[in-house]
């Protein structure tokens, strides 16, 4: 026995006797006789535990390893990861750009998105977990969403029933909320409890949140990059300059270090930060630490 090609992919439609396997086997590139191999499957005693899927045999591959790849159900898998911090609309470009993914969900709206995974009216935004999947090929783009979003119920879960006493949260849908931000907002990852601190210490408070990516959220496809005062006074649901409390929705995917934090909040007094330039954060708990830190490390002034 010998393969047309140094890689030969085989795909097997559930339901696939196991004639119909040997004649798909011998038709993509396994280059024997289509009865004999399935003469082979009858006498291994293994002809009906043949599993559909994706198959990849390469060079070297006998009868006997393609029964036991087909048996076992060995599937040539690929990967699509989905990234911490992306917004809805970029996991939609990177599933659209996944390799050998049925794009089952490009022409759909996110709402339609939504009502096929069984969430009808809820926003998509944050409703999936960051991490890497693997498919099968021909897999629907719409079975990676509904795996990244059961994966992020139970994360968000985990963090709900791990969570602090007394903090500024009160639901699992506010927590993931404020994870989305916790997350756009860190640069460095041992300062995420801190920044969650703020917000806490913030909402307490009744004090507005005032993070810049609420507002990038909020302004969508039309942020070039590059935010302006004027951007920051203009109001959107989003816009936590000119709303006090958590926006209406997540802004992004958090990931399990952003959902323990918001819920999990370090211990301090400050209600401030600001970027240091190096990917650390300065902490203030007035305002006047607050500006001497913008001028020190925003401005360059001593």
């Known amino acids: 026995m010998s393969l047309s090609a140094p890689t030969v992919e085989v795909s097997i439609d559930p339901g696939s006797s196991a004639r119909e396997v040997a004649q798909t086997l011998v038709q993509a590139g396994v280059q024997v006789n289509s009865t004999l191999l399935y ?9 009906r535990s043949l599993r559909a899927g994706s198959y990849e045999l390469t060079l070297g591959a006998t009868p006997q390893s393609i029964l036991q790849k087909l048996v076992r159900g060995e ?11 992306w917004n809805f609309r970029q996991v939609r470009q990177a599933l659209g750009k996944a390799e050998q993914l049925k794009p089952d969900s490009q022409a759909m709206a996110d709402e339609d ?19 890497t999947y693997a498919y099968a090929k021909g897999s629907s783009d719409l079975e990676v969403l509904r795996r990244a979003m059961k994966a992020m119920d139970r994360r968000l879960d985990a963090a709900w029933q791990a969570r602090a006493p007394a ?3 009160k639901t699992p849908e506010e927590a993931l909320i404020l994870a989305s931000i916790v997350e756009k907002e860190t640069g460095q990852p041992s300062d995420r409890a801190e920044i ?8 307490r408070l009744g004090m507005m ?10 302004m969508g496809t039309s942020f070039d990059g590059n935010l302006r005062k004027q951007d920051l006074r203009q109001d959107t649901p989003w816009n936590t300059y000119t709303r006090v409390g958590l926006p ?15 819920v999990q909040p370090k211990t301090s007094s400050a209600l401030y930060f600001v970027a240091k330039g190096d990917g650390n954060s300065a902490f203030s708990a007035t305002l006047d ?10 401005r360059g002034r001593p």
């Open 75 to 85: 599937e040539s898998l690929r990967t699509v990861t989905l990234v911490e911090g």
């Open 248 to 262: 209406p929705t997540p802004i992004a995917m958090p990931g399990k270090a952003a959902l323990s934090a918001a």
């Open 39 to 47: 003469a082979w499957f009858r006498l291994s005693g293994h002809a």
């Open 196 to 203: 969650s601190a703020v917000f806490h210490n913030r909402l």
């Open 167 to 169: 903090i500024a949260v």
């Open 209 to 218: 949140l005032q993070t810049d990516p609420t507002v990038i959220y909020g």
């Open 289 to 298: 630490e607050h500006n001497r830190a913008v001028n020190r490390y925003q």
């Open 113 to 131: 998105i939504m009502e096929r995974l069984g969430r009808p009216l809820l926003h998509p935004e944050g409703r999936f977990f960051p991490d």
